[in-house]
């Protein structure tokens, strides 16, 4: 789904930039670009932000999912 319309990013993509360190809106701007026209994904952008670091701000990778599979 796109959240920033201005410069057609996804929540995917946003979320790829928060998990690789993004911790602010300027920085997932810098990143990818999202937040950096109107601004009215800023609202969704900090849900996001908030969402990922109530999870813990990394999801696991691949491998660590794996391997607690395997347990
Ligand atoms: S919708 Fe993101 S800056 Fe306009």
């Known amino acids: ?3 920033c319309l201005c410069e057609g990013v996804s929540d995917r993509r946003v979320r790829e930039t928060i998990n690789t360190g993004a911790k602010d809106i300027k920085c997932i701007g810098d ?3 999202a937040g ?3 601004g009215m994904c800023r609202p969704q952008l900090r ?3 908030k969402e990922a670091a109530n999870n813990g701000h990394h999801r696991p990778t691949s491998t660590q999912r794996a391997d607690k599979s395997a347990r």
């Open 31 to 33: 990143e990818c670009g």
């Open 36 to 38: 950096t026209g109107c």
């Open 1 to 3: 789904m796109i959240v």
């Open 47 to 49: 849900r996001m932000l």
